[in-house]
């Protein structure tokens, strides 16, 4: 089994993530671990990898091919570990988890995307306020049956200027400032030196698709016969993956209120300008100068567009 490089040193227990799940995580020396905020492009990531990693660009379940431990809606962790353990190709897993509650192996490659914070709450709106009621009672029987929340998960409020304002007096870290967006964020930039971490921002995905796979393929050490590429560069576009959204996330026409059309909505940044206070945005700033390092604000903002000091 490979060498612990850096344990686990924070718990996060949050409504919807627990780390102590992780705990009974097998690492393989040639893992792949996607870490991210929640809609910053985790299943865009997802999608690229599943294809670099079965060399094929046809459509495949993605929640059923990259394991999520931390995720408490679906029950027990010892299923999805042993999902994981079953399987033979090179493993891919999901994560929300700050990486100080993620243990790190030596050989296994992070990959971590980033996105803008204001774009992804236009995102995340969207999908917690689609759940569907069946999703909706599989929270609230977890929050209610946690005695550190011993209630129902809070209600979505339907505009989501008044969640944005709701995330930013702390609902964004779900009941634990550890599975915060600030938290979550200083966490991977503290490692950005570190050779087995990846840095992906969402930006740079929509400007630069091609460049940013080859990117990604390099750093997984994957190479793609020619005539593949161009197929699997296609099929990780936007409008491809929700062409293809039902092969791709069956599951999702249980969780959300018009299925995958609702998880994979629009895809596109900048939405929040016309729908947010100005009083909230700049408490947005406000909140970015303070846990932020201007580095690492102009990363989260704009990825390589945006500079980059490290």
């Not at 994560?95 to 790190?104: F, I, K, N, S, Y």
């Not at 947005?284 to 100068?289: A, E, L, P």
């Not at 390092?293 to 945006?306: I, K, Y």
Request: charged share 25%; proline share 7%.
């Amino acid at each position: 089994m490979p060498a612990v490089l850096q344990p686990a040193t924070r718990t996060v227990r949050s409504r919807m993530l627990d780390s102590v799940r992780w705990d009974g995580y097998r690492p393989r020396a040639d893992d792949i671990v996607i870490g991210t905020y929640s809609k910053c492009g985790t299943t865009w990531m997802q999608r690229i990898v599943s294809m670099l990693v079965f060399q094929s660009a046809a459509p495949r379940p993605i929640w059923e091919s990259s394991p999520w431990p931390d995720m408490r809606l679906f029950g027990p962790v010892e299923p999805v570990l042993a999902t994981a353990e079953k399987q033979t190709h090179r493993r891919f897993f999901k994560t929300h988890l700050p990486l100080d509650a993620v243990p790190v192996y030596e050989g296994v490659k992070f990959i971590h995307v980033a996105r803008d914070g204001r774009d992804a709450v236009m995102s995340l709106h969207n999908h917690q306020f689609n759940f569907s009621s069946e999703s909706v009672r599989r929270f609230d029987h977890v929050s209610r049956n946690d005695p550190k929340f011993g209630d129902d998960f809070p209600p979505v409020p339907e505009n989501a200027a008044t969640f944005f304002a709701d995330w930013l007096d702390g609902r964004d870290g779900q009941g634990d400032e550890g599975a915060s967006f600030f938290h979550v964020e200083n966490t991977w930039w503290a490692a950005r030196s570190y050779p087995n971490i990846l840095f992906v921002h969402y930006n740079d995905l929509t400007a630069n698709l091609t460049g940013e796979m080859q990117r990604i393929a390099d750093f997984l050490e994957i190479g793609i016969p020619g005539p593949l590429w161009p197929e699997i560069v296609t099929a990780a576009g936007f409008h491809a993956m929700k062409a293809q959204g039902a092969a791709l996330m069956p599951a999702a026409q249980t969780l959300w209120d018009d299925g995958v059309s609702r998880f994979l909505h629009r895809g596109t940044n900048g939405r929040w300008q016309d729908v947010f206070s100005s009083d909230d945005l700049a408490r947005y700033d406000t909140r970015v100068k303070t846990c932020f390092t201007p580095e690492l604000a102009r990363w989260v903002s704009g990825g390589t567009m945006a500079g980059r000091d490290d």
